[in-house]
Each structure stands twice: as C-alpha cells, then as structure tokens.
C-alpha cells in the first residue's frame, strides 16, 4: 500500500458542543494518510495518474465550514467526502485536532484519529 500523506492542514472553524465555541470559533488542524496505488504516479510524473493534494485541501476545508459538535463526527464527514471525491482512495487514516479546547486546566489539544 502507498500513501499519500498531508500534514498540519489548519483552519479557523466553529464546531463544539458549547454556545461561546460555535460565537468565536477556535483553531483545528487535521492530518491525512491516504492510502492508494501510487505505481502509476511514480511512473509517468504526472499529476493526473495521482490525487491533487491541493483539491483534498479544498474538500476537507469545504467540511470544515460545515459547523457540528463533536470533532468524531467532524472527522467522518471528511473521510466521507474524500471517499466520495476521490474513488481510488483505498483507506483513509484521518487526525483531527482542537487546539487549545475549552477546558479548565492547561491542555494544549484534543485529538481524535479515525481508520475508515
């Protein structure tokens, strides 16, 4: 299996479970590993033969303003739209992370990490 990996992807959205995180919104990041047949890519060094990391990009950000409370269910609607969009997607390894969550206490981040 090859994999396509895209890292520290970072957006401003308003996804929670609290009414003041849904008013002013917080900073996210999201990782992806994508898994697929790279064979063909490494061969010709041609953008068509592999999935356009800028148009993952754009999809997962298309999600990300799509408000919902919980970072779980926010992490399957963007596997669910990369399957959709891109049909040589095999597997899709995704991590979502709240920085800074609201919770008492000093915590850097919460993250969730699904394997669909």
């Known amino acids: 299996m090859d994999y396509l990996l895209i890292n520290n992807m970072q957006f401003y959205a308003y996804h929670g479970v609290y009414e003041q995180e849904n008013k002013v919104g917080n900073n996210y990041l999201v990782d992806l590993k994508l898994g697929m047949d790279l064979s063909k890519a490494c061969k010709s060094d041609s953008l068509a033969d592999t999935i356009n990391y800028a148009s993952v990009f754009d999809k997962v950000n298309t ?3 799509k408000p919902c409370k919980l970072i779980e269910h926010l ?3 963007i ?3 990369l399957k959709a ?3 040589e997607i095999q597997n899709i390894e995704i991590k979502v992370t709240k920085v800074n ?3 008492r206490g000093q915590v850097n981040s919460v993250s ?3 394997f669909r």
Do not use: T
């Open 63 to 65: 999600v990300m303003q």
């Open 75 to 77: 992490a399957e609607n």
């Open 79 to 81: 596997c669910q739209e």
């Open 85 to 87: 969009s891109f049909p």
């Open 101 to 103: 969550p609201p919770i």
């Open 112 to 114: 969730v990490i699904l």
